[in-house]
């Protein structure tokens, strides 16, 4: 298995005026799955680029195994990339895609061919050696991308939202043959998307990136449970999140009052301090609102959304300054339909509410 | 890496050119207006300027008008038809003016194929003279300068989107009305661009007006001709330039100020375009003109067989492709047309009588013919590789890198298509002269590289534009030194890019007169310079065996350099 850690310190780039990466840290561990999530411009990418050597940080340092490679060119580095759009070279037929950073690294011709024959056994689709990548399928170029990426061993992988123009299913399907290349292979990949849920599925660990800098660092369970900030609570699955404030703390504890609706009400902190009076927002996951009888709030239906699994309830609360709140229930059938307009009572757990700092301060 | 390409510019036309204007201005005791007084003194000068532009003019419409309707059907027809049409177009636009021009000669002729057959026919009792006058010039002029303005505008239709007609259909506009409200004024940047590129090159124009003209078709170029070869009066020729000059710019400012350079270069396509810079009540009344071109359109349409009106609107009528045929066959039948004449035992008198070979063996065992020949090929091959070399880093640079007044670079590499070629042949005939590179062959080589390089720089920055350069970062990813980059990925992508714009500057040395009428001195002449001379003084079926090889070869040209395109395309 060869695979390395990756060090990066204070690493920042500008162009002009505008910063695409603030002064940014970062460990990734030996053999980690780390997906970098965010929005476009989030400075994802641009991070990506200054790993794989292919653009020139202005500031820090980076470090691959505690060896300072800040400044060596892309081709020393031994990090592979497999690229947004594939980036196979047209010219060239599957195999010498494949073979192609072998005979940059001298190996013989037999031994090239008989490793990439290997890497394409690997992706599935040891058929399409002799053909051009213009005969290939969106997904089918996607392996070979992998392929050509894994051929010569990598110590770290790196991946532009590579499954980015495959569909749905297509993807689903390609996300499980990363995960299951990566526990073979056992390497280093920091992988780059800006859909949360593949994040959620992939990762060991997400580092969720907003305007240059980075979020929140966790693993996938950190960032959906206790979000550090509104922005990652609402990037991360849906949310509701109900403006309230601090009227006491103990320990994990927070007792709460609603909006303008004085109700008292508990929850629990993100991990971070807060104080008494203090305004904040309190999540709460939309599978989390209960709708029944006796909960802390009541509203009006206002629409109902079956998509497959989930069944969707939009609701108007009837508390002023409360935004519209979602419910979610695993779909059942049988169950008895809604009537838009009806009027319904929702509550939920207290360990399930949690409270985020308003703004972003912490 | 422009700095090779600016070096030559500045060398082989900013000099050669300003050395030109100033000996306008500069006599043998200083600054002197001599020269524009006696420009002035008579009205000879001004008339042949205002022959010019009336010829150019003449030109221009013609082209423009009979050029649109080809060009659409080459943007809507499917692949294979639109290969075969941009076959024909591209062969008449590379077969050379002297061909051409000579062919028309053979064709209007007192013996030639249009008076044997209106007299056989008995329409007319005897030849008439079809020859020397304004008619045989135009039809000259537009032949050499119909496929220009097809090129041109098609370059612009490709890019239109072609559902926006459809669209304007489901939102209620008949035929005539998505034409002319939509399709219209979405192609009228190709329409402009095609315009000033005739009408620019029509006026530096000499091989036509000379060949097929009578002395009331001179054109101002032939009178620069004149002062330089026969009474080396440099100071009145640099005078006459002048005026050229700024007829030229007067040309390009006017454009400019209603229509925006930046639509020559093609950089903009209609989808992002600006809106015209024509305001308030101009706009007002193109926009009702369109409508109502639309409307009398749809009308027209109406009256039509109803078969014919419920057809795919998709689908070019019979009427279109009936005419562009007629055009094509038009503007390539002469060339043809003289093929057999080459052949036969009867000079070129039409029908063509016999078979011999003879007048390819004169030609052949003629050394003056096989030397200007191999001369050509000399000066065309170092002509290509020169613009290759010192054009490519340039093109690399105009679209990689972020340089300071790009515009202005890109407008000063592409300016010899601008001025009049016949002022930068004069200009370096005068710095040749005193370099003594007259009837060199690297003279020729230097001045034609000044004239074919920004067709490369253009290609190439075609070419790179669509080059996705991550596939250079993949390959540094993957290990791949800089150089073996270029070697393995970047250069094998572009080859048959470099490859055309090799032809293309190739081409245009081969098919080079105006620089090679001085510069190969009275000996030395290049295949062209060799044919003006012949038909310049008389008019025999040795040439027609030239013109059909230089025919056959252009040909085979075309068809390597389009298959090359082809395949570079199908990645």
Not at chain 1, 177 to 201: C, F, N, P, S, W
Not at chain 1, 323 to 333: E, F, K
Not at chain 2, 472 to 492: E, I, K, M, N
Request: glycine share 8%; hydrophobic share 50%.
């Amino acid at each position: 298995m060869v695979s390395s850690s990756l060090r990066i310190r204070e690493l920042c780039k500008r162009y002009g005026d505008f910063v695409a990466l603030a002064p940014t840290s970062l460990d990734v561990a030996k053999g980690e799955f780390l997906t970098l999530l965010g929005p476009s411009g989030s400075g994802k990418t641009t991070l990506l680029s200054l790993i794989a050597g292919l653009a020139h940080p202005d500031e820090g340092q980076i470090l691959i195994d505690d060896a300072d490679v800040t400044h060596s060119p892309a081709y020393d580095r031994d990090i592979g990339v497999v690229f947004q759009n594939y980036a196979l070279f047209p010219h060239m037929t599957i195999e010498d895609n494949i073979a192609f950073p072998l005979k940059m690294r001298k190996v013989s011709d037999t031994e090239a061919r008989r490793r990439a024959a290997e890497a394409l056994e690997t992706v599935r689709l040891p058929h399409v050696a002799k053909r051009y990548p213009r005969e290939l399928s969106g997904g089918q170029q996607q392996r070979i991308a992998l392929a050509r990426c894994i051929v010569y061993r990598p110590a770290i992988i790196l991946m532009d939202e590579p499954l980015g123009a495959l569909d749905k299913k297509l993807r689903d399907q390609m996300q499980l043959e990363i995960k299951r290349i990566h526990r073979e292979l056992g390497t280093t990949i920091v992988y780059v998307t800006h859909d949360q849920e593949e994040a959620m599925t992939m990762s060991d660990r997400i580092c969720l990136m907003n305007a240059g800098a980075i979020e929140q660092l966790g693993t996938p369970q950190d960032l959906y449970f206790r979000p550090r900030s509104v922005f990652v609570a609402d990037f991360l699955g849906e949310s509701n999140l109900l403006s309230a404030t601090v009227r006491g703390v103990d320990g994990e504890g927070l007792d709460i009052v609603l909006a303008e609706q004085l109700a008292a009400s508990r929850a629990v902190g993100n991990g971070s301090r807060f104080a008494t009076g203090e305004p904040v927002k309190v999540m709460v996951r939309p599978q989390n609102l209960v709708v029944g009888e006796g909960g802390q709030l009541s509203g009006r239906l206002t629409d109902v959304m079956i998509s497959g699994s989930l069944t969707r309830l939009y609701i108007a609360p009837e508390t002023a300054g409360l935004p519209q709140l979602v419910a979610a229930h695993p779909t059942r059938s049988g169950s008895a339909p809604y009537e838009i307009g009806q009027r319904l009572s929702l509550g939920w757990h207290a360990a399930d509410a949690v409270a985020i700092h308003d703004g972003k301060e912490i | 890496m422009g700095a090779p390409l600016v070096l030559l510019l500045v060398l082989f036309l900013v000099y050669p050119v300003g050395q030109l204007l100033l000996l306008s201005v500069y006599g043998d005791n200083g600054f002197t207006l001599a020269q524009y007084r006696q420009l002035f003194a008579s009205s000879v000068y001004l008339d042949v300027l205002l022959i010019t532009l009336k010829i150019s003019l003449v030109t221009t419409l013609v082209c423009v008008v009979t050029g649109y309707p080809i060009a659409y059907l080459i943007s809507v027809v499917g692949k294979d038809r639109k290969a075969t049409l941009l076959f024909w177009v591209l062969l008449s636009f590379w077969t050379s003016f002297l061909v051409r021009a000579f062919a028309w000669i053979v064709l209007l002729g007192r013996n030639g194929v249009i008076n044997k057959t209106l007299v056989s026919l008995g329409i007319i009792s005897s030849p008439a003279n079809l020859l020397y006058n304004f008619g045989s010039v135009l039809v000259g002029m537009v032949n050499a300068l119909l496929p220009l303005a097809v090129l041109t505008m098609l370059s612009v239709m490709e890019n239109i989107d072609r559902n926006l007609p459809r669209a304007a259909a489901t939102l209620g506009a008949r035929p005539g009305m998505a034409f002319w409200k939509i399709y219209f004024p979405l192609s009228l940047p190709g329409v402009a661009a095609a315009g000033i590129m005739v009408f620019v090159t029509a006026i530096g124009f000499f091989i036509v007006p000379a060949l097929l003209g009578g002395r009331r078709e001179t054109m101002i170029t032939q009178l620069i001709i004149d002062q330089v070869q026969q009474t080396m009066n440099w100071g009145f020729a640099g005078a006459i330039s002048v005026l050229l000059l700024v007829v030229v710019l007067i040309v390009f400012a006017a454009y400019d100020r209603l229509l925006g350079l930046s639509t020559m270069t093609g950089t903009s396509t209609p989808r992002n375009a600006t809106p015209s810079r024509l305001s308030g009540p101009a706009a007002r009344a193109g926009d009702a003109l369109l409508t109502l071109l639309g409307g009398i359109s749809d009308r027209i349409i109406l009256l039509l067989p109803s078969r014919r009106r419920d057809r795919n609107p998709d689908q070019a009528g019979m009427g279109l492709q009936a005419f562009v045929w007629t055009m094509l066959l038009i503007i390539s039948a002469p060339t043809i047309l003289m093929i057999p004449l080459s052949f036969g035992t009867g000079g070129l008198n039409w029908p063509p009588q016999g078979f011999t070979l003879h007048w390819y063996e004169t030609v052949l065992n003629s050394p003056v013919w096989t030397q200007a020949m191999l001369r050509s090929l000399l000066v065309g091959i170092g002509t290509g590789l020169l613009a290759m070399l010192i054009g490519t880093p340039a093109a690399f640079l105009l679209v990689r890198s972020e340089i300071p007044g790009k515009a202005a670079w890109l407008a000063f590499i592409l300016s010899p298509i601008v001025v009049p070629r016949m002022i930068i042949a004069v200009g370096l005939f005068y710095v040749f002269a005193r370099m003594g590179l007259v009837g060199s062959a690297v003279g020729l080589v230097l001045g034609h590289t000044v004239v074919a390089v920004p067709y490369v720089v253009m290609t190439m920055m075609a070419v790179l534009r669509n080059y996705d350069t991550r596939l250079d970062h993949a390959a540094q990813s993957l290990g791949a030194r800089p150089l073996a980059t270029l070697r393995f990925v970047t250069f094998p992508i572009l080859g048959a890019g470099m490859m055309s714009s090799f032809l293309f500057a190739f081409a245009t040395s081969f098919d080079e007169l105006t620089i090679a009428l001085f510069a190969t001195g009275g000996l030395n002449a290049t295949l062209p310079k060799q044919f003006w001379d012949e038909v310049t003084l008389q008019v025999s079926p040795s040439i027609a065996a030239v013109s059909t090889c230089l025919f056959v070869f252009m040909g085979l040209l075309i068809f390597v350099a389009e298959r090359l395109r082809r395949r570079a395309a199908a990645r």
